[in-house]
């Protein structure tokens, strides 16, 4: 028989002859589409879609060299282009570990060895076989999706598989073959078609059931390989409904000493000393180990362990945790001084007065350098004489919103907020103390008419306030407004004033410069020319 076709949905379909057995195709190509009558356009393609295929698929004749002719020449062998029975095709038991590892290179000639390896062999109650590999991630998530190839009967169907597996296994490599997958499928079908379901929900449970078992059988093989591996149980636990109540058996916490837990053995080693006065159990933890050595020193001289949470899902994943443990909170080191950190009882008060801690913060305030997107509030505490003078903080809360929006749309309000820091003070520190006392032996006088007008201005304020809270704010007369703005603005001038006098006893004050230098250094945030002056001043200071 013969069947034509111009490319149009009409066909013509007559008797013919020939003389042996098999079909011919003969396309007729266009102009504009020569690139398909190309060997290497030809080559790639069958490469792509029948690498695989169960039957031989000859292109050409095998080729050697030469001697005669200097080039390569055919030779009478066909040229098979496709393995008839690719690796997923054989039982798991006849095979060995370099045997996968050769068919992963085969897949993926420049990637790294891979963590380890699933064989996916299922007749009931879908037809299911391929092999899932565990890549070393290196760079961004996005970048590592849609490795899986999806084969229909040894077929090459397509590498977009989120619809087959679930969001966060679409970072594995290799591939699944299954019949009861069309070759012309489409996201719509993958979305509502039941079978495709049970595939998703199989190959959750048999990822999670073989990471178990490794996890069972070498404990230690399996913590060597947790840094690479941890993505794919964080990617799982924020995107797959149900996925944490299998994880939780196998996913681990690391500690800043390169110690590996169980949420269940983690939470005993530390429910002793990390409760806070309302029984909250309080989880530290750093993201880098280096930049924030200090925290972690005082958190650990405190008798506290801190965990490492340095991967590129942990901070976002530990926001689903606090949902999922009891009682507890997740809190970075650095996020407040360490009494704060875990609070056990009321904070002892600083022992100065309202003005001085006022004028003490001012002084500092004053001098603090101006950082793109970044705020300073400055506070004074009682710290003790043996803690640091200055130390900065940053906010659990604000800074994990910060660094969730750089992962979830709808987020980029808190992106683009500028990052807000508490300077501390401690008042107890003798370098503090003296600052504050040279402050008032040099400011005493300058401030005393400023301060007594301003105390005026203020009991005069705070009588208009009391007289016109009485009346409702319609009942207030034009002179009523007058005369308050005015008093308001006296006082502001009397504070302008005062805090221009204590800021020009801090523009020469180097301990000052230095305690607040030392205090960004310590958090990275002293570079270029501040960092010079800083090193400047320290030689001078030692002089």
């Known amino acids: 028989m013969k069947w034509s076709c111009d490319g149009s949905p009409a066909y013509e379909i007559e008797d013919a002859e020939r003389e042996a057995h098999g079909s011919d195709i003969i396309l007729y190509i266009d102009d504009d589409c020569k690139e398909f009558l190309e060997k290497e356009k030809i080559q790639q393609l069958l490469t792509k879609y029948c690498k695989f295929m169960a039957v031989p698929v000859a292109f050409g004749k095998k080729q ?16 098979i282009i496709n393995d008839v029975a690719p690796l997923w095709t054989s039982t798991p038991s006849t095979l060995k570990d370099e045997d996968y590892k050769s068919f992963y290179r085969t897949l993926y000639p420049m990637s790294d060895e891979p963590l380890f390896w699933i064989h996916l062999n299922v007749d009931y109650p879908f037809n299911l076989t391929g092999i899932l590999y565990f890549p070393k991630i290196k760079s961004s998530i996005e970048l590592q999706k849609n490795k899986i190839q999806l084969y229909c009967n040894q077929v090459f169907v397509t590498d977009q598989v989120e619809g087959i597996v679930p969001e966060f296994l679409t970072l594995l490599h290799g591939v699944i073959d299954s019949p009861d997958i069309p070759l012309n499928v489409s996201r719509s079908y993958l979305q509502s078609d039941r079978e495709v379901k049970k595939i998703s929900t199989y190959i959750t449970k048999k990822v999670a059931d073989r990471l178990k078992a490794i996890f069972t059988e070498n404990r230690k093989e399996f913590e060597e390989k947790w840094d690479d591996l941890k993505l794919f149980i964080n990617y799982g636990i924020l995107s797959e409904e149900g996925f944490y ?34 029984d909250q159990l309080v989880y530290l933890y750093a993201t880098d180990k280096d930049e924030q050595y200090s925290y972690i020193k005082a958190a650990q001289d405190k008798g506290y362990s801190v965990l490492l949470l340095d991967g590129q899902l942990d901070v976002p994943t530990i926001q689903t945790l606090e949902q999922k443990f009891e009682k507890s909170r997740f809190t970075r080191v650095d996020a407040d001084i360490i009494d704060r950190l875990i609070v056990k009882s009321d904070a002892p008060k600083s022992d100065l007065s309202e003005d001085d801690s006022a004028n003490l913060s001012q002084v500092f305030k004053s001098q603090m350098p101006k950082l793109d997107h970044a705020e300073f509030m400055v506070q004074v505490d009682a710290l003790g004489a043996e803690a640091r003078p200055v130390v900065i903080t940053q906010n659990e809360w604000m800074r994990r919103m910060k660094e969730m929006s750089r992962f979830q749309p709808g987020m980029n309000f808190y992106g683009q907020m500028p ?21 008032k032996s040099s400011t005493e006088e300058a401030l005393k008419p400023i301060v007594s007008e301003l105390k005026g201005q203020e009991a005069r304020l705070a009588a208009i306030q009391q ?50 230098d030392l205090a960004l250094l310590q958090n990275g945030m002293l570079k270029g020319e501040a960092l010079d002056k800083f090193l400047k001043r320290s030689v001078d200071l030692i002089k």
């Open 64 to 79: 050697e060299w030469s001697s005669d002719e200097k080039k390569m020449v055919d030779t009478e062998k066909d040229n």
């Open 245 to 278: 109540d299998r994880a939780k058996e196998f996913a681990l916490f690391k500690d800043t000493e390169g110690k590996y837990f169980t949420f269940d053995e983690y939470k005993t080693l530390i429910e002793g000393a990390q409760k806070d006065k309302d």
């Open 467 to 516: 007289q016109q809270d009485k009346k409702k704010y319609d009942e207030l007369t034009q002179d009523d407004k007058d005369m308050k703005a005015e008093c308001e603005k006296a006082v502001q001038e009397q504070k302008d004033k005062k805090n221009d006098v204590l800021s020009g006893f801090a523009a020469k004050n180097d301990i000052i410069h230095q305690l607040i």
């Open 419 to 439: 990052d807000s820091f508490n300077m501390v003070l401690n008042s107890d520190h003798p370098l503090v103390k003296r600052v504050l006392d040279d402050c």
